[in-house]
């Protein structure tokens, strides 16, 4: 599929003591959500916040909206109130009232909304605007937490949302009704806004991903719109006795007792002709794991 750049890495590399971020070449298309997938310490986090400007230091070069560099984001008010980012970390202080938070966003970003914000926070349930304004930050769950700061982010007007880790602390229900929030920006950008989000819960979230990179030790290991990812690999399950025969064309196994399952390379299926297996498009999740664990360094799980 052809589409347009919404953030584009190229030759990223950002190094620390014991772990390398090592990014060739990856496009984030214009208009779609993508999800960045990876186990803990893979890089995610990493790559978001280096897209994001809070790390600065690396080399390499982001652009973003096919026409900004890093120092225009850095330098032109137009880049970053474009751009919404929410991460893991205190994002608010957390002796700050609820009121104290809406104040220094009005006065930080030129396109917040202060009754939108109220309107988002009401429908989330974290609060009523007219009774809880002096409602404190370090007395919200987690869960909260990071529902202030989705009602931050929501409440702008822009066409790239930076997400770190956004369902983790959700519930089911609310993890639904991010998937909603995010279909219903895009749908409103007719094309022109973008979503950039990690995540763990790959099930919760699969609903709303168009795209997805899946990203082991420091690098991208498979990255493409998820229908084409579900047509260039088959999941496949067979009996335990033709397991040898088919463990050379498999891109990830796994097996037990009773049989065998994992990933093939869809071109490969014609080389596992003659067996008695089981076919099946894969879903979000047996993809993302099978590649994850087809690449990781975690040699107790291959």
């Known amino acids: 599929m052809n589409t347009n750049t919404v953030v584009s890495c190229k030759n990223i590399e950002k190094r620390y003591k014991n772990f390398e971020l090592k990014v060739d070449s990856l496009d984030f298309p214009k208009g779609f959500a993508t999800a960045l997938i990876g186990e803990n310490g893979a890089g995610k986090t990493t790559l978001l916040e280096l897209i994001a400007g809070l790390?600065?230091?690396?080399?390499?070069?982001?652009?973003?909206f096919d026409k900004y560099t890093e120092s225009d984001r850095e330098t032109d008010p137009t880049v970053k109130n474009n751009i919404?980012?929410?991460?893991t970390s205190n994002y608010f202080v957390p002796n700050w009232s609820l009121k104290q938070v809406k104040e220094?966003?009005?006065?930080?970003?030129d396109d917040f909304d202060g009754n939108k914000y109220d309107q988002i926070l009401n429908e989330l349930a974290i609060s009523d605007p007219s009774k809880d304004k002096n409602k404190k930050v370090s007395s919200l769950s987690d869960g909260n937490k990071i529902k202030l700061m989705l009602a931050g982010v929501f409440a702008r007007e822009t066409n790239l949302l930076l997400?770190?880790?956004p369902a983790s602390p959700l519930d089911p229900l609310m993890r639904d009704k991010?998937?909603?929030?995010?279909?219903?920006?895009?749908?409103?950008g007719e094309g022109e806004k973008s979503v950039i989000f990690s995540t763990h819960n790959i099930a919760d979230m699969e609903n709303v991903t168009d795209y997805a990179v899946i990203v082991e030790?420091?690098?991208?290991?498979?990255?493409?719109?998820?229908?084409?990812?579900?047509?260039?690999?088959?999941?496949?399950?067979?009996?335990?006795?033709d397991e040898e025969t088919a463990k050379p064309f498999f891109y990830d196994m796994t097996s037990s007792s009773f049989g065998?399952?994992?990933?093939?390379?869809?071109?490969?299926?014609?080389?596992?002709?003659?067996?008695?297996?089981?076919?099946?498009?894969?879903?979000?999740?047996q993809l993302a794991v099978g590649i994850m664990r087809a690449n990781t360094k975690l040699t107790a799980i291959k």
């Open 55 to 64: 790390r600065l230091e690396h080399e390499g070069d982001i652009s973003y």
């Open 84 to 87: 919404g980012y929410t991460g």
């Open 104 to 109: 220094a966003q009005d006065m930080l970003f």
């Open 163 to 165: 997400m770190d880790e």
């Open 178 to 188: 991010l998937c909603s929030m995010i279909r219903e920006y895009l749908e409103a």
């Open 217 to 241: 030790n420091g690098s991208i290991a498979e990255q493409g719109f998820v229908e084409e990812l579900k047509e260039k690999y088959t999941y496949v399950k067979g009996d335990k006795a």
């Open 260 to 285: 065998f399952e994992g990933l093939c390379l869809s071109e490969n299926l014609d080389k596992l002709a003659g067996l008695d297996l089981i076919t099946e498009t894969p879903t979000l999740s």
